[in-house]
């Protein structure tokens, strides 16, 4: 019940919101009082979302978009805002995996599709809901990237330079519209057991391709330890979602950051890059 107060009154769209941690988000989000647009290309899995929410009691609505075209992004996000209100809250999380292989080796039309799904809807949904969070002088887009845009990732290229490309982005924006009251975040949710993950899971790639071979590590990460539990990633994200973090606007963050810390540091280092701070080597110019 404490959590359902928590966003009341709050109006959050979130994109990729028919199934992974889109469908996760959304809950989350819905259980913390907050009505919910969701946007996805599968009408299906984006009314079983919906469904979920609404019979937990939360309100959600929903629309049908092909994010990476800017005619459909925009009608979306028109769409829910006439039906559950302003958006408070952007959580620009649809992606796809892209191809995998070497960079040389795999489609460039496949390759550059990623970058228009993963980047260019972030990027339009972001630009379709900043008019009117600068008009009010308040709101937060929480963009889902990955360590993968932060760290290679041989064999999936297109994915790594599409997340890089967003914690770029959510730098620049974070800067441009901190004047207006917006704050931006990059997010890395951690290596889930559900979403882009799932296929993985199940191994049903063909025995000897890329697929089959990153399928393969991602089960071992999990195996060993090394993903993250949903819980963390919907409790960071109301965190955002309500303004404690707006110190830390334009910063990338991870579901295995100490938060709290993060804070501090903030506090004593006002308009640094934090993600700069963690690092052990001088900051150089640059």
Known sequence: MRQRRELAGAVAVV??????????LGQALAGAGAAVGLIARSGDELAESVRLITEDGGR???????LSKPAEAERAIRSLCRRIGPATLLVNNAGIGGPVGD??????????QTIEVNLGSAFLCTRAVLPGMMARRAGRIVNITSKAGVQRWPQMSAYAVSKAAIIKL??????????????VFSVDPGLLPIGLTRN??????APGSGEARRDAWLRH?????????PVWQSRLLIRIATGEADSLSGCHLSVHDDLDQMLTLATHTPQTDIYRLRRTEPATAG
Do not use: K, M
């Not at 960079?103 to 550059?112: L, Q």
């Not at 959510?170 to 704050?183: D, I, K, L, P, W």
């Not at 990460?221 to 993250?228: D, I, N, T, W």
């Open 200 to 205: 993985a899971i199940a191994g049903t790639a």
């Open 170 to 183: 959510t730098e620049n924006v974070a800067a441009e519209a901190r004047t207006n009251g917006v704050r």
């Open 103 to 112: 960079s040389w080796h795999v489609a460039a039309g496949a390759w550059w």
């Open 15 to 24: 994109t990729g919101g028919s199934r992974g941690i889109g469908r996760l």
């Open 60 to 66: 959600a609505a929903a629309a049908l978009a092909d």
């Open 221 to 229: 990460q999990l195996a060993v330890g090394h993903g993250s539990d």
